[in-house]
């Protein structure tokens, strides 16, 4: 059957399916469009807290090169946020760090006027993902060797993909954040004689080349998430890499309100790492949410910990002036270089100290500890190894709220 009015007669079939082609069409169109703004909406712009431009909604920053906006608040959308996130939010107390103990002397944690140490400002490789055209909330810190390129990709599968993707399975992203690994010339290269103080000679010459690096070379460019200085990497240089990597943090994510620093065997709950920030961003800007102790105050903190921009700020300002200690010296205490950033600079600086009980989960609780993260009970799970980053990680899209059924256990093993 034809029409017979119109000048152009088509078949009814097809103009029927012109019309399924053109509604289909128009409705990927917009959900495309959808996605991409719903992708976008928890970026960032920078600095007044106290101001809303244009969308009430949605807190921005000026005085910024950045064009996107920066994170939800929870009063704006409160089906944004995680459940438990009031739960951890009460449980985050105040640590007195006088109530630990230390073998250091008291005159050790003296501020000197003589400069104790130098930190390196220099990058062979920069991270050229983070903190360009972007102003992430939060920055991850995760210091790696550079031979441990497969544990470096087993994150970036997993937790660390949300610094790409922005997506989580069954959570809203509600800020951005960026991951960088943090590495060194490794002690196997010609450069032992001067590990001792991990500066290497200003004699190029006498420097080791990147030509033995250049699979880690390549995959800093594929990547652009690797922060390579220019010192030796070793147990013995530890603090030094750290704070280094903080300092790299500061000079170029100027506008970032927190670092994270997390071992390469940590998994971090990053949409409800993000919210419990959001949602006490005013009490956390001159605090340290970790361990405050020269040793470990609970159990598993010394591997992770929160630092404010605040006072990440008056960290490295005094760092040069405190002497540093040696991860390696028979006489320093246990976890001594994060101990040095959260426990001995603390004395010097008198910023808040905040220990979150429910902060991690045991690789010791096995399934608990998975079903924990998983069930946004826990923020940080710590593994065995880091492939075991992916039993987490499925475990979000298959057991999301029915982790503790009685099946679920056996199938997250």
């Known amino acids: 059957m034809r029409f017979s009015r119109g000048v152009v007669k088509l078949p009814v079939k097809q103009i029927y399916l012109y019309l399924v082609i053109f509604s289909t069409t128009l409705y990927v169109c917009l959900q495309i469009a959808n996605h991409q703004n719903s992708r976008s909406l928890p970026l960032c712009q920078s600095t007044h807290r106290d101001e809303f431009p244009g969308s009430a909604h949605i807190r921005t920053r000026k005085h910024s090169a950045c064009t996107r906006l920066v994170y939800r608040k929870p009063n704006d959308c409160p089906d944004c946020f995680r459940p438990y996130v009031p739960t951890l939010s009460r449980q985050l107390r105040q640590v ?11 005159q050790f944690f003296q501020h000197v ?17 983070a903190c360009g055209k972007a102003c992430p909330y939060l920055i991850v810190l ?3 060797s550079a031979a441990s390129t497969s544990d470096r990709n087993i994150i970036r599968a997993t937790w660390a993909s949300v610094a790409k993707t ?3 399975p069954y959570a809203t992203v509600n800020a951005d954040v960026h991951v960088i690994f943090v590495t060194a010339y490794p002690t196997s290269l010609p450069t032992d004689d001067f590990s001792k103080d991990g500066v290497l000679p200003e004699d190029l010459n006498a420097r080791p080349s990147l030509i033995n690096l250049m699979p880690l070379r390549n995959e800093a460019d594929q990547h652009g998430d690797i922060l390579f200085l220019d010192m030796v990497d070793s147990t013995h240089n530890l603090t030094l890499k750290l704070l280094s990597g903080f300092l ?19 998994f971090v709950n990053i949409p409800l790492l993000l919210d419990l920030l959001i949602a006490n961003e005013g009490g956390l800007l001159s605090s340290v949410i970790g361990h405050a102790c020269f ?30 200690v040696y991860t390696d010296d028979q006489y320093s205490d246990p976890i001594t270089a994060d101990s040095y950033i959260t426990g001995y600079l603390q004395t010097i600086i008198g910023y808040t100290v905040l220990v979150l009980e429910d902060f991690f989960a045991s690789a010791d609780d096995k399934v608990t500890a998975i079903c924990d993260v998983i069930e946004d009970r826990k923020i940080l799970g710590k593994v065995t190894s880091v492939p075991d ?3 987490i990680w499925w475990g979000f899209f298959r057991f999301y ?4 059924n009685e099946d679920a256990p056996e199938k997250v093993k």
């Open 401 to 404: 709220a029915k982790c503790g």
């Open 113 to 129: 006027q003589e400069a104790q140490q130098t930190l390196i400002t220099d990058a062979v490789v920069s991270p050229t993902a």
């Open 142 to 144: 995760v210091p790696t």
């Open 295 to 324: 040793t470990y105050l609970e159990n598993h903190m010394g591997s992770a910990y929160v630092i404010s921009s605040d006072v990440l700020t008056s960290m490295l300002s005094v760092s040069k002036q405190v002497k540093r």
């Open 248 to 266: 790299w943090v500061k000079l170029h994510c100027t506008r970032t309100k927190f670092v994270l620093k997390a071992d390469m065997d940590t």
């Open 389 to 391: 980053m992916y039993r």
């Open 166 to 168: 922005r997506l989580w």
């Open 96 to 106: 007195d760090p006088k109530n630990c103990s230390s073998k250091k002397q008291p």
